[in-house]
C-alpha cells in the first residue's frame, strides 16, 4: 500500500531523510518512532506529495508519488500534527467541502458524516464556526473529513495528541477497523505504549536515517519498545 524506495529530502546542508526505505502493506498499522528533528514528520508529508524529495520515489497503491501526485492523493488522507483547518467554515461546511474534493456522493457523505460525528460526539457542534473550535475539536473534526471518502492508505502525524481519553479509544478502534477492511496506516508518535499495542509494524528513525524496522516482534523482540528505542537513541548519539 505505501513503498517508500530510498528517499531522500535536503534542507540546505542538511540531510532531513537520509535513503530511507520501508514498505507496509493492506492491513497493516505501522508506527513511526523518533525523537523531535529526526525525520518523522518530513517523511509523511513527502509521503501525501506536500513536500518535493531530491531523491528516491515513493509508491501508494504501486503509483508514483512524483509521478501522479493527484491519483495517490485521491488514495490516502493526511492528518496533520496541528490541524490547520478553514476557521471561517463552520464544521458541517468543511466536512461538506472535503467531500465535494473527493467527489463523495450525497448519501454516502451524510451517513459517514452522521456516524464519524455522533462517534467523536461533535455532532451537536458542526452548525459552529470551526474558529470557535478548541485544539481537541479541531482534531476530531480533521479525523472525521480523512474518513469521509474511505481512503485505502492514512497517514497521521501525532494522531492523539490533544484528544481526550475516550476519543483516543475511538480512533485506535477506527484504525484497526481499517486495517481488517484492507487499508494501511502509518503514523507518528511519542507515546510508545500505545505504538505497542496497536501496531503491526515500527519503524525508528533518527537524524534522518532508518535506525530499526520490522514486525514489533522483531523490532523488540523480548524487550518493551521503549527500552530498543533509548538503547538505540544512546548508541547513535
Known sequence: MLRIEHLTKVYGQKKA???LSLQIRPGEICGFIGHNGAGKT?????CCGILQFEQGEIYVDGISVKENPIACKQNLAYI???????DFMTGIKYLNFVADIFGVGKKEREERIHKYADLFELTADLAQPVSAYSHGMKQKLAIISALIHEPKLIIMDEPFVGLDPKASHLLKGIMRDICDRGGAIFFSTHVLEVAEKLCDKVAIIKGGKLRRFGTMEEVKGDDSLEEVFLELEEKHA
Open 42 to 46: 518530513t517523511t509523511l508529508k513527502a
Open 17 to 19: 531523510v537520509d535513503d
Open 80 to 86: 496533520p500534527d496541528n490541524p490547520d483547518l478553514y
